[in-house]
């Protein structure tokens, strides 16, 4: 059939159909294809096309200018269609369907899938895409200027994107979900992932990222220029993260979280790890990095060239670092802490070790650190070359050092501490002892000692 203006087509197909269509101007077609039909139609300007395909239905369809189709397909459905300008697109998919799309222009797609459902599609310009898919749902998404990707992700579902220029993209997975990402410009991604996702994402310039991962999340993900990383995880959720240039990173873990980061270059790193959290990073250069571990946190880091590392830790932390180059390294350690710390070259190190800590020290090149001590703290310190060490030490406290060249060790024992230093060269070592304090010490060349 073919209809060229201003005409009213209402059609049903009931069994073994094939139906062959093209609307030219101003057509309003309604349709219903019940059993084993092939549905070809091209609709040019200003269609209204309705439709439902009940039962293994192949619907093939180009929409080419102001052109408003709504569809449901019901079971085993092939659906392949082009929205090429101006295009509002409804479709309801309800089992078993195939829906492959391609919208070229200015369009506005709306769409629930609701079982074992393919859908395949390509966003290129200025276009809305709003999206529920509820049961065993394959999503591939390109979305390459200007668009708008809302979706809902709620059982067993993969879902695939890629966005090129300019868009906003929100997602909430709820279950099983596996949803990887990629962002390649100028892209606001914000996502919800809460049980059992896979999210990897990579962001490669000027991306604002922000997620919420709830429960049992695996989110892997690179950051490679200019990028705002925001996220939360709550529960159950490893985390790696890849940051290369010029990124900020502000992170929430909550509960079991495993967290792995890579920060390359100026890096602004915030975190805020809550409970039972594995925290593993690396800082290669001109990185900020601001931390506070509250419960039951393993915390692992390297920072290699001129960064600045704060961290509070409140209770059960495993603290381990090793600091490289020209790093400025602040601590405060309150209760029942590991801290055990290399320091290489340039390195100012200030601690503050509250309850039941043990602090572990190597510094061997050009070193600044100074620590307090104040309750039940064990602190063993090895200080190599060139290092200024001055300890305070309240209370309950045991404190070993050994200084092997230039050092220059300055400490105040005030309570019932056991001190014991070892020096070897060229060292003044300074101390005030006030109550009930021994101390030992070894000097074995050119050493000053008060």
């Given amino acids: 059939m073919a209809n060229s203006a201003n005409t009213l087509h209402q059609m049903t197909n009931n069994a073994n159909t094939l139906h062959q269509t093209t609307n030219s101007a101003n057509t309003l077609h309604q349709m219903t294809n019940s059993a084993n039909t092939l549905h ?16 293994n239905t192949l619907h093939q369809m180009t929409n080419n200018a102001n052109t408003l189709h709504q569809t449901t397909n019901s079971a085993n459905t092939l659906h ?9 697109h409804q479709t309801t998919n309800n089992a078993n369907t195939l829906h492959q799309m391609a919208n070229n222009a200015n369009t506005l797609y709306q769409m629930t899938n609701s079982a074992n459902t393919l859908h395949q599609m390509a966003n290129s310009a200025n276009t809305l895409h709003q999206m529920t898919n509820n049961a065993n749902t394959l999503h591939q998404t390109t979305n390459s200027a200007n668009t708008l990707h809302q979706m809902t992700n709620s059982a067993n579902t993969l879902h695939q994107t890629t966005n090129s220029a300019n868009t906003l993209h929100q997602t909430t997975n709820t279950a099983n979900t596996l949803h990887p990402t990629t962002n390649t410009a100028n892209t606001l991604h914000q996502t919800t992932n809460s049980a059992n996702t896979l999210h990897p994402t990579t962001n490669t310039a000027n991306t604002l990222h922000q997620t919420t991962n709830s429960a049992n999340t695996l989110h892997q993900m690179a950051n490679s220029a200019n990028t705002l990383h925001q996220m939360t995880n709550n529960a159950n959720t490893l985390h790696q993260t890849t940051n290369s240039a ?5 992170m929430t873990n909550n509960a079991n979280t495993l967290h792995q980061t890579t920060n390359n270059a100026n890096t602004l790193h915030q975190m805020a790890n809550n409970a039972n959290t594995l925290y593993q990073m690396t800082n290669s250069a001109n990185t900020l990095h601001q931390m506070a571990n509250s419960a039951n946190t393993l915390h692992q880091m390297t920072n290699n060239a001129n960064t600045l590392h704060q961290t509070t830790n409140s209770a059960n932390t495993l603290h381990q670092m090793t600091n490289s180059a020209n790093t400025l390294h602040q601590t405060t350690n309150s209760a029942n802490t590991l801290h055990q710390t ?30 307090t001590n104040t309750a039940n703290t064990l602190h063993q310190t090895t200080n ?7 300890t305070t030490n309240t209370a309950n406290t045991l404190h070993q050092t050994t200084n092997s060249a230039n050092t220059l060790h300055q400490m105040t024992n005030t309570a019932i501490t056991l001190h014991q230093t070892t ?12 109550a009930n304090t021994l101390h030992q010490t070894t000097n074995s060349e050119k050493c000053h000692y008060k």
């Avoid at 392949?80 to 509002?88: D, G, R, S």
């Avoid at 010029?246 to 502000?250: A, G, K, R």
């Fill in 342 to 371: 290399t320091n290489t070259a340039n390195t100012l190190h200030p601690t503050t070790n509250t309850a039941n800590t043990l602090h572990q020290t190597t510094n061997s090149a050009n070193t600044l650190h100074q620590t």
């Fill in 40 to 55: 070809q139609t091209t609709n040019s300007a200003n269609t209204l096309h309705q439709m439902a395909n009940s039962a």
């Fill in 384 to 390: 190599t070359a060139n290092t200024l060490h001055p």
């Fill in 246 to 250: 010029n990124t900020l990173h502000q």
């Fill in 423 to 434: 020096n070897t060269a060229n060292t003044l070592h300074q101390t005030t002892n006030t």
């Fill in 80 to 88: 392949q269609m082009t929205n090429n300008a101006n295009t509002l």
